[in-house]
């Protein structure tokens, strides 16, 4: 048999035994005899012998589950750069040029280097941040598809994509009851799993590994052809990301393939990557200060769809804000099934005229979030409630910053009771674990908490608590301890867990080093000082003199700071981006996620809002050529738009 067709019996072999041991250990049942299975393994384990190749899931071998204490970071032997990017067919032609491509999938999930020397796998470490990754070669042996051992004696490093599928994400969704425990997308689940301390959990997850980069293979010749690397890679036994070679002119054909595919395929991808055939053609025009040359990706332009609105749910939040949220005929968008899509405020739902049964069109912004696109019908009939669907109290529409939303005037409101209390104990807070929205509920309800320093005496109502359902002696003591955890904190979380309105951490950490974490000139700040603050401005202002001129509110954040530590937050090293305004959007890739970029730029003085308007400084985006609103909007006011190197850059940063 070929090599190849030798690797697809042995993985057709390997999935047969695995079936096979699993109905006869886990499910007490048989699905062939002792005689079939011998025969199989047999053959199996000939295969192996002959091919010296060990697949990851092969009855063969056994690996074993280990824990560690922490993923050690490595630096890259070659530093892995981003692609340079096209929503247009054209452009992508124009790159390709006289030239033979190999044009694949650009899968979503999380990149990974692996190392193998004398034929076994030595080493598999993430791409990090692009100069430094994790090593995780512990989770990469019980990937679904990698090969343990491959023929090639020498030592090969390569790079490929880690992903779980699309089935395979639903299925763990489903078997987790807590809904705001459900993983977003495959790329959050995959980005956790491949990234655990103990490979037990990693190997449920039915982690993949596709292969699309060789970086170096000793002493094999490749006729100076990607294509070859390819199929060499799959001789060894990896699976590799399908393929197609074009040219400038075959381009419209397989573009045409792959854009059918991704409709019905079961793995993540956000587009595709064109790279010369020509090995040494590519590696001689080097890279710019931000991409490769010798590739360049194209990204799939918004997926639209058309549905008809059904009705808008109110949503309450602990500010007393009551977001609409638009509920529409299910459709299918970027893999999955949406339903509803948040419409954020009073003025976006005028200005789409919408009303029940109309037209509208949806999308998923950078191919996450759902959106309204477009209203076609504009019926404009919908009615704005005057009440509250959580108290039933009056409800009013209000207007800042030429922003029309709607609010709850019912201080007492059970929504904005609980919501307050899950920001308090949310992790840019007080960073309280075993205290989600649900439990906070169940507390409130019983009369154990009614401010924050209550939480922190939650022992008295132990005997109580340890009886309730979903609560044991073991959790009430792992939130204590949490709660004890949470003690040593800082000024500025216990400002922003406050809940005070418009101010985020960033806010709070500005005015906590203008008044050198001292509380009491906090407290008895007046608004023109306060306003004066670089960032701040009169509406922040308004807010901190207003809630600190209650003497309610100062009676019950005295009571919390009873059990508080406040530990003085140093600054490292040079505040440069001090009165400076960023906005971030779409995927990172050089760090974990927006919110571990965020820490960065705060942590150089700088602040981080949601939304583009004239103060903000820098638009971060790494899809600089998108037409999404926060990037039109950005153009309108001539604010630069940032891909994260260009960030990564301006902060003085290795990208």
Not at 101 to 107: E, N, P, R
Request: glycine residues 6%.
């Amino acid at each position: 048999m070929e090599t190849t067709e030798t690797i697809q019996r042995m993985k057709e072999l390997a999935e047969k035994l695995d079936k096979a041991a699993k109905a006869y250990y886990q499910q007490d049942r048989e699905i062939m005899t002792n005689l079939e299975y011998d025969a199989l393994y047999d053959e199996l384990q000939a295969l192996e012998e002959e091919t010296g190749i060990v697949l990851a899931n092969s009855p063969t071998v056994s690996v074993g589950y280990e824990a560690l204490e922490q993923l050690p970071k490595e630096e890259h032997e070659s530093p892995m750069l981003s692609l340079d990017k096209t929503k247009d067919r054209e452009v992508l032609r124009e790159f390709i040029g006289e030239h033979k491509c190999v044009l694949s999938w650009k899968l979503d999930g999380l990149t990974i280097v692996l190392t193998y020397e004398n034929g076994e796998l030595r080493k598999a470490v993430t791409r990090g941040n692009g100069v430094v990754g994790e090593v995780i070669t512990n989770n990469a042996r019980v990937f679904q598809n990698i090969p343990l051992k491959i023929a090639y004696q020498g030592r090969l490093v390569l790079r490929g994509e880690a992903i779980i599928t699309y089935s395979d994400f639903e299925h763990i969704n489903a078997s987790i009851e807590d809904v705001e425990a459900k993983y977003k997308n495959p790329r959050n689940l995959c980005s956790g799993s491949v990234r655990q301390l103990n490979n037990e959990i990693t190997a449920k997850r039915n982690v993949r590994f596709y292969a699309f980069g060789l970086v170096s293979a000793q002493e094999v010749d490749f006729h100076n052809s990607r294509e070859y690397q390819f199929e060499w890679l799959k001789r060894q036994g990896f699976d590799v990301v399908e393929y197609r070679t074009v040219t400038a002119e075959t381009l419209d054909s397989a573009m045409d393939y792959f854009s059918t595919a991704i409709t019905t395929n079961d793995f993540p991808s956000d587009g595709l990557v064109a790279l010369y055939d020509d090995i040494a053609y590519g590696d001689s025009l080097g890279r710019t200060a931000k991409f490769p040359r010798n590739a360049f990706a194209f990204k799939w332009a918004d997926e639209m769809r058309e549905t008809h609105l059904l009705e808008m749910e109110w949503s309450p939040s602990r500010t007393g804000l009551i977001n609409p949220v638009a509920i529409f005929e299910p459709v299918e968008l970027e893999g999955t099934t949406v339903s509803r899509a948040s419409v954020h405020n009073i003025s976006i739902l005028k200005e789409l005229g919408l009303g029940i049964g109309d037209t509208i069109k949806v999308y998923k912004a950078n191919m996450i979030i759902p959106q309204i696109a477009e209203n076609l019908t504009r019926s404009g009939n919908l009615e704005i409630p005057d009440t509250c669907p959580a108290c039933g109290g009056d409800a009013k529409i209000r207007r800042e910053n030429d922003v029309e939303s709607l609010y709850c005037l019912n201080p007492q409101c059970a929504a904005k009771k609980i919501k307050a209390f899950t920001l308090f104990a949310s992790r840019d807070a007080m960073n309280i674990d075993g205290l989600s929205e649900a439990t906070l509920e169940k507390f409130i309800a019983r009369g154990f908490i009614h401010d924050f320093g209550d939480i922190f005496e939650i022992e008295k109502h132990r005997d109580e608590i340890v009886t309730m359902e979903g609560f044991g002696e073991k959790s009430f003591v792992n939130l204590l301890e949490s709660l004890e955890k949470a003690k040593d904190t800082t000024l500025a979380k216990v400002i922003y867990s406050l809940g005070i309105s418009n101010i985020g951490l960033a806010n709070a950490k500005v005015i906590c080093r203008h008044f050198d974490n001292d509380l009491e000139k906090i407290r008895h700040a007046d608004e023109e000082e306060i306003s004066a603050i670089d960032g701040i401005g009169p509406v922040i202002a308004g807010k901190l003199v207003e809630y600190f001129a209650d003497p309610g509110n100062n009676e019950r954040l005295d009571h919390l700071l009873t059990y508080l530590h406040i530990e003085k937050e140093e600054q490292d090293g040079e505040q440069k981006f001090a009165g400076v305004n960023f906005v971030i959007t779409g995927s990172v890739e050089h760090f974990a996620n927006r919110g571990e970029m965020k820490e960065y730029i705060e942590s150089l003085g700088g602040k981080v809002t949601g939304s583009v308007t004239s103060k903000t400084n820098y638009l971060i985006n790494n899809d600089t050529t998108s037409n999404s609103s926060k990037n039109k909007k950005a153009k309108e006011l001539g604010i630069p738009i940032l891909s994260e190197e260009d960030f990564l850059k301006l902060s003085g940063r290795e990208a």
